[in-house]
């Protein structure tokens, strides 16, 4: 009943009606369907043929049936697509795609489209996941400070291994910066991963995340991510001058950032910011706000 009404209605908003059996539908398709309107005509013709050649019908040979779906079937399964599939797809598709038919075969449609759905969505989060990867920076620094380059989505799939890649690097380390510009998304699966490395931190080892991109940098804020003084800080981008400077006592440097907060063009609330200036190499003595992100100055 639920699929009747769908008939119906869908093609007053522009769908195409469907069949249990997808058959008929694919029939409709490749014979040039490409408006409900094509849908309306086959409900038509179908219903007259029931109402008018009834009689005529039952005349039909069931072997004349037979190799009318049969012809539907090959045309359905379009071989050559497959063939083609079989010698170029990558093997995780190729897999996808015969369980799907070996489904469709032993079970039912149903079964092998979910099946399908699942397998093909798990296998892509292993293929991203793999895309996630450290990438040295080329720049000159001490050897007790390490530079590195995320590239790839932080998500639950790839921060586990991506963190304990870097808990291998950073013995010995006293300053680790990590560039987020390549990081487009961190959901909560990647923050929890960030924040356990964060607190597995060897004494004196501080990290630094500079060139955080707007999503990650908005997941940071609504999770009340704050700096921790010679542990955490944030930068908006690299900067040779404070990979190297360390002046504890005499405050933060020049260069850092206080609050992962947000750009304050693109929030409605400005993500404004108060850093102090010390005298530091290139450094002067001042005070002023900015963004942290685009570095406006407000007025």
């Not at 058959?23 to 094509?38: F, K, L, W």
């Not at 093997?91 to 070996?102: G, N």
Request: charged share 15%.
């Amino acid at each position: 009943m639920a699929r009747g009404w769908g008939n119906i209605v869908a093609p007053f908003f522009g769908g195409i009606t469907a069949t249990a059996a997808i058959a008929r539908s694919a029939a409709n398709v490749r014979a040039g369907a490409t408006s409900p309107v094509a849908a309306v005509i086959h409900a038509l013709l179908v219903i007259l043929a029931l109402l008018i050649l009834a009689p005529l019908l039952s005349w039909l040979p069931l072997s004349a049936m037979a190799a009318l779906l049969l012809m539907v079937a090959w045309n359905m399964s379009e071989a050559h697509k497959v063939i083609n599939l079989l010698r170029h797809a990558p093997k995780d598709d190729i897999v996808v795609m015969l369980m799907c038919m070996s489904l469709t075969v032993l079970f039912d449609m149903v079964i092998a489209i979910s099946v399908g759905i699942v397998l093909a969505s798990l296998l892509f989060m292993r293929r991203i996941a793999r895309m996630t990867h450290l990438a040295p920076v080329n720049v000159e620094v001490p050897d007790d400070v390490l530079v590195l380059r995320v590239i790839g989505p932080l998500f639950f799939a790839a921060a586990e291994g991506l963190f304990n890649d870097l808990e291998t690097r950073i013995a010995g380390k006293r300053i680790v910066v990590l560039k987020w510009d390549a990081v487009p998304v961190l959901d909560a699966g990647g923050l929890d991963a960030f924040q356990r490395f964060v607190n597995k931190l060897p004494e004196g080892c501080e990290l630094r995340v500079s060139n955080l991109e707007f999503q990650p940098l908005r997941t940071l804020a609504r999770a009340g991510v704050k700096p921790l003084p010679g542990r955490l800080s944030f930068y908006p981008i690299v900067r040779p001058r404070w990979l190297t400077c360390d002046h504890p006592a005499a405050g933060p440097c020049a260069c850092r950032i206080k609050d992962p907060v947000a750009c304050c063009s693109q929030l409605s609330t400005a993500g404004v910011i108060q850093v102090p200036f010390i005298k530091c190499g290139s450094c002067s003595i001042a005070r002023r706000n900015f963004c942290n992100v685009c570095g406006r100055v407000p007025a």
